[in-house]
């Protein structure tokens, strides 16, 4: 089992940025691939991005240069920073863990409760 608690959300304005952390708790944090994904009022949750190690990681057409993700091993934490966010960000963003390195959201087991990103115009 892994535990996934998210924190960084809040209210920004455009063209700013904010930080997402995923904190992973249980099993070896290394042996799990990581996403972020966010949903919208009134659409699907869609992916974001993703990372196994510096050279597996994938990101959506619509943050790519904008959200690099990344991890701290020691920390158990995966990170998001969210720059340039544009008032098509908005939403509730969650981290996931899967077992295998993929963005489809069908294959991530483990969950967080979310974190809201407001912005601002």
């Known amino acids: 089992q892994v535990q996934l608690v998210e924190s960084g959300g809040g209210l920004v304005q455009a063209g700013g940025s904010l930080r997402l952390s995923c904190a992973a708790s249980?099993?070896?944090?290394?042996?799990?691939?990581m996403g972020w994904f966010r949903q919208a009022p009134g659409k699907e949750r869609e992916f974001v991005a993703r990372?196994?190690?510096?050279?597996?990681?994938a990101y959506a057409d619509s943050v790519k240069g904008r959200f690099p993700i990344s991890s701290d091993n020691a920390e158990n934490t995966v990170y998001l920073l969210m720059n340039s966010l544009k008032p098509e960000d908005p939403a509730v963003y969650y981290c996931?863990?899967?077992?295998?390195?993929?963005?489809?959201?069908?294959?991530?087991?483990?969950w967080g409760q979310g974190t809201q990103v407001t912005v601002s115009s």
């Open positions: 249980g099993r070896t944090f290394s042996n799990y691939n």
């Open positions: 996931a863990a899967s077992h295998v390195a993929t963005t489809d959201q069908g294959r991530y087991g483990y």
């Open positions: 990372f196994w190690s510096a050279l597996s990681r």
